[in-house]
């Protein structure tokens, strides 16, 4: 079964400080494709990053990275000098290449930027 | 704009009355999926479609049709909408399967 869990319902970070959201993984497929989405209060769904798991280089979106350990089947989500636009709630996502292109979101972690 | 379109964005319905919420997208995207989200579950995939003709299953499907006769639209339909299909659905297409998905603004439902 392909699952995605997301360990940290809610957390919270100071306005121009760091913060790091967790995100694993559960398949059998060895190719698949990572994201993180951010939906702000407006509820639109937004692409923060993407990552390709035949990738070592860990993908990087000006304030935001991720570090990918595949053999971990981890995911995690860097925000560098939180803003206070980041509040949002944050789904880690993927999709496994070749079992039928679904794809698979975690629970959410609800990030709050303190001013 | 290039964009994804969903209607209606609010509704309000009684248990077993048919509805369709359509979704559009104009950037000649071969795959679209339909999502609901539901607190503390995330989003879940009802259905998805490769292409024209061609959908299958998410992991909960129950309850719900779709149809995707042409390549722009992928409604979603609800012959007898239940009280526990009350929830927030989203609509979403992709250039490929194995892609970024573009999410439409979200489609209110509350089944009374």
């Known amino acids: 079964a392909q699952t995605v869990t997301q360990s940290q319902p809610e957390m919270s970070v100071q306005e121009a400080e760091t913060v790091t959201l967790s995100c694993t993984y559960d398949?059998?497929?060895?190719?698949?494709?990572l994201f993180w989405y951010k939906q702000p209060p407006s509820r639109q769904m937004i692409l923060v990053i993407r990552?390709?798991?035949?990738?070592?280089q860990n993908a990087t979106e000006n304030r935001f990275s991720v570090n990918f350990q595949k053999a971990a089947k981890s995911f995690s989500l860097k925000i560098s000098d939180s803003q206070l636009g980041d509040t949002a709630m944050y789904f880690c996502?993927?999709?496994?290449?070749?079992?039928?292109?679904?794809?698979?979101f975690g629970t959410g972690t609800s990030l709050t930027v303190i001013p | 704009e290039a964009q994804v379109t969903q209607n209606p964005r609010y509704l309000i319905t009684v248990t077993g009355k048919k509805l369709t919420v359509t979704c559009s997208q104009n950037?000649?995207?071969?795959?679209m999926s339909w999502y609901r989200q539901d607190p503390g579950l995330g989003l879940r995939q009802i259905y998805y479609?490769?292409?024209?003709?061609?959908?299958d299953k998410g992991d909960v499907p129950e309850g719900y049709k779709v149809s995707r006769k042409e390549k722009r639209n992928f409604p979603l339909i609800l012959e007898s909408p239940s009280p526990n299909q009350t929830s927030l659905y989203f609509c979403?297409?992709?250039?490929?399967?194995?892609?970024?998905?573009?999410f439409g603004p979200g489609t209110r439902l509350t089944v009374l």
């Open positions: 979403a297409s992709s250039p490929v399967g194995v892609d970024t998905q573009y």
């Open positions: 398949t059998s497929e060895n190719n698949y494709y």
């Open positions: 990552q390709e798991a035949y990738k070592q």
């Open positions: 996502a993927f999709i496994p290449l070749g079992t039928g292109n679904q794809f698979y």
């Open positions: 950037m000649n995207h071969e795959y």
């Open positions: 479609s490769m292409n024209v003709e061609v959908t």
